[in-house]
């Protein structure tokens, strides 16, 4: 069974990782999540799930308003030629997620690190950044430093790449 919200903070806390979280109604795109802005100051994550044809799997996170072009991502991301998005069984699978609920706390569900994270550089330079608290009904914002910490702490590597231009 995929961790729950409280576990996820039960695991942040006991890192010493501090956020605060903002309840909502359920947010499914950017668009959505555009509404609340003014309520929740820092970067704004998009989330791609992507895999490569050797069934390897991305979690890309990026600040919402940049634009990824997945011609071209498999290069800068270490794929195995181009990627598609992975299929929402897999994303449930892996990150314990939904789609519309993607986010890097899913990481704390990739037990068998199948999952390389990949935080864009420009997302990075917020000091603080936003993202789903495994549920799209919340917000949750976390220092940077800290979020490097949190991913580290799940067994991955925290890789800050230049993805969007």
């Known amino acids: 069974m995929p961790k729950t919200e409280a576990e996820l903070f039960a695991f942040l806390a006991d890192l010493g990782i501090e956020v605060s979280t903002l309840r909502h109604p359920p ?54 030629g181009r990627v598609s998005f992975g299929k929402p069984e897999m994303l449930m699978e892996l990150l314990g997620v939904a789609p519309g609920a993607v986010t890097v706390f899913g990481l704390i569900n990739d037990t068998q690190l199948r999952v390389k994270v990949v935080l864009d550089q420009e997302l990075m330079r917020h000091a603080v950044i936003n993202a789903h608290p495994l549920t799209n009904e919340a917000t949750t914002s976390i220092a940077a430093a800290d979020l490097v910490k949190f991913v580290e702490a799940t067994g991955h590597d925290a890789v800050i790449l230049k993805v969007t231009a």
């Open 27 to 80: 947010l499914f795109t950017v668009a959505d999540s555009q509404a609340l802005r003014g309520e929740i100051a820092g970067g704004h994550t998009k989330n791609l799930f992507l895999k490569d044809r050797k069934d390897n799997f991305f979690l890309v996170s990026v600040d919402e308003e940049a634009a990824v072009d997945l011609k071209q991502i498999h290069q800068i991301i270490g794929a195995a």
